[in-house]
């Protein structure tokens, strides 16, 4: 069980308990852990899903989504299972959804609704987002040139999807927001995401010395050798027993620094702006 405080765990997102949100998300994970791994799927917590196994034993008690982490190869697969999901879970993936703002994989409660306030308000509802583990260079200009692509290419399909936070540009900026926005319009969102998953899966994740998730916030910390990964290990997470990286540690390490230490209360948030949450 999650170590949330009682404060936090009366906390409201939406409208709706955020105790209630992570039970809801937790119960999708079960669903989509226990399908994976009946497909042979390798699957791993990460991010702040993973955080918070080791630090709380289950969600950070501040946070309202989780993450899982697929190599390439079998991530490729469940795209290709989407259809077979079991009931009551639904697929959110560009190779299905024209107006989903993400790259990479949702997987939701099927009856639920949390509304994210975008400049365009997107439904992703309360479940799992799901990345693939891809190949990257070794540190050098070939690992330089990946991360500058990456960063355009996500900044289009973000501005074409209006998958942001409202906000004022600053004046240096605005020419570039404009220029960007411009290029959205004639480009279709399908292609873009077409270019930015052969960007990011092109390189053998099977063979490559380093791998991470290229659509992750934490962008160049969220590489790591591929024995980071390995053939896993199990933790707990909200008293049930998942898949995680053999060294979880040092992934944490990588991607937080000193994970174990609870950050200053104010930035004590998941940083997502929620419209609205249904439980459905």
Not at 52 to 62: E, K, T, V
């Amino acid at each position: 069980m999650s170590a949330a405080t009682p404060d936090i765990a009366a906390t409201l997102v939406g409208g709706v308990a955020l105790r209630d949100v992570q039970q809801r998300s937790a119960t999708v994970l079960e669903a989509l852990a226990g399908f994976c791994e009946r497909h042979g799927l390798r699957y791993y917590l990460v991010g702040g899903t993973l955080l918070g196994a080791l630090r709380h034993g289950g969600f950070i008690p501040w946070d309202d989504d989780i993450d899982i982490a697929l190599p390439r190869a079998d991530y490729a697969r469940l795209l290709a299972l989407l259809d077979t999901l079991p009931h009551g879970l639904r697929a959110i993936h560009p190779s299905r959804d024209a107006d989903t703002p993400y790259p990479f994989l949702v997987v939701r409660d099927a009856r639920s609704r949390l509304v994210i306030d975008y400049a365009r308000p997107f439904d992703r509802g309360i479940g799992v987002d799901v990345f693939p583990l891809d190949a990257v260079p070794a540190p050098g200009p070939r690992r330089d040139l990946l991360f500058r692509a990456i960063a355009l290419m996500r900044a289009w399909t973000m501005n074409k999807q209006q998958g942001y936070y409202p906000h004022r540009v600053a004046a240096p900026r605005r020419l570039r927001f404009a220029l960007l926005s411009l290029a959205s319009r004639l480009c279709p969102a399908e292609r873009l995401y077409r270019v930015y998953e052969r960007l990011v899966a092109r390189g053998d994740a099977a063979r490559s010395a380093c791998v991470g998730n290229l659509y992750g916030l934490y962008g160049r910390r969220e590489v790591v050798p591929a024995e980071v990964f390995g053939e896993g290990r199990w933790v707990t997470f909200e008293g049930r027993r998942f898949r995680a990286p053999a060294q979880a540690e040092r992934y944490l390490e990588a991607v937080y620094g000193e994970f174990r230490r609870l950050p200053p209360p104010e930035q004590r948030h998941s940083g997502h702006r929620i419209r609205a949450v249904a439980l459905g």
